[in-house]
C-alpha cells in the first residue's frame, strides 16, 4: 500500500469550510484514494473515496490531483461536530482487503 | 449506526482473566476484521475473515484467538493479556473482502488491562 502524508493538526472556523491536505505521492495507478474520520472513542467513520476524478457527496468533497500524487478532503460548512481524526488512506488493489491508517490529521472545529 | 456492533463498549480486566470481545455485522457483509488502535498510535489490523476463514493474522501474539463461526459474527478471544494490550478493539466488516470497497467499522470496545 501506498503510504499517505498528512499535516497533524488543523484548525478550523465553525461554518468555513476546512480543506484537509493528503499526500500520496507513490500512489499506484489502480489506487483509490479514501477518506475516513474518527470522532473521539467511536470507530472510524468512511467519508468518501475516489480514484481520479473529483467526487462529492453528502459529508464533503474529495479533490484528486491530476498527477494523483496528493487529494484534498473538503468539508464545505465545518460543525463543531466535524471535530475529528481526519485519515487519507490509499489501497493497493488485488487480494484481501487491508486498510493501512496513518497518524491522520486532527481537525479542530472552533466556534 | 453503522449496521456493525460491538460488546462491550467497555471492559476492565486482570491480566490472568479470560474474556471474550464480540462483533456483529447486519450488513450482509462476507469479510469481517479486527483492529487494534492504541494511544497515539496508528490503527494496526489484526486479524482478517472472508467467508469465515481467516486470511489474514498480522503477527497477531497467541493471547489473542479470533473465532469467526458465521459471517455475521466474530469474536476475539482475550487470555492472560499484558497492561500493553491495553486500546480500542475496533471491528470491521465488508462486502467480501476485496481491495477497493468501503470496511464499516463498529464503535469499539474500550480494553484496560490491569
Known amino acids: 500500500d501506498a503510504k499517505t502524508t498528512q499535516p497533524p493538526s488543523m484548525d478550523c472556523a465553525e461554518g468555513r469550510a476546512a480543506n484537509l491536505p493528503c499526500n500520496h505521492s507513490?500512489?499506484?495507478?489502480?489506487?483509490?484514494v479514501y477518506w475516513y474520520r474518527q470522532i473521539h472513542s467511536q470507530g472510524p467513520q468512511y467519508i468518501i473515496h475516489g480514484l481520479k476524478n473529483n467526487e462529492t457527496n453528502e459529508m464533503a468533497s474529495l479533490i484528486i490531483t491530476e498527477d494523483r500524487k496528493s487529494s484534498t478532503l473538503i468539508l464545505p460548512h465545518a460543525t463543531l461536530r466535524d471535530t475529528a481524526v481526519y485519515y487519507c488512506i490509499v489501497r493497493a488493489d488485488g487480494g484481501y482487503q487491508k486498510v493501512t491508517f496513518g497518524t491522520g490529521t486532527k481537525l479542530q472545529v472552533i466556534p | 449506526e453503522t449496521g456493525v456492533t460491538q460488546t462491550p463498549r467497555h471492559l476492565v480486566m486482570g491480566m490472568t482473566n479470560k474474556k471474550s470481545l464480540k462483533c456483529e455485522q447486519h450488513l450482509g457483509h462476507n469479510a469481517m476484521y479486527w483492529y487494534k488502535q492504541s494511544a497515539k498510535k496508528p490503527l494496526e489490523l489484526m486479524f482478517v475473515y472472508n467467508f469465515k476463514e481467516q486470511t489474514e493474522n498480522n503477527s497477531v501474539p497467541s493471547r489473542f484467538s479470533p473465532e469467526c463461526p458465521n459471517s455475521s459474527h466474530l469474536f476475539l478471544h482475550l487470555h492472560t493479556l499484558q497492561p500493553e494490550d491495553s486500546a480500542l478493539y475496533l471491528c470491521?466488516?465488508?462486502?467480501?473482502?476485496?481491495?477497493?470497497?468501503?470496511?464499516?467499522f463498529g464503535p469499539g470496545t474500550r480494553l484496560l488491562v490491569l
Open positions: 507513490t500512489i499506484s495507478g489502480n489506487e483509490y
Open positions: 470491521a466488516s465488508s462486502p467480501s473482502g476485496t481491495t477497493k470497497e468501503t470496511q464499516y
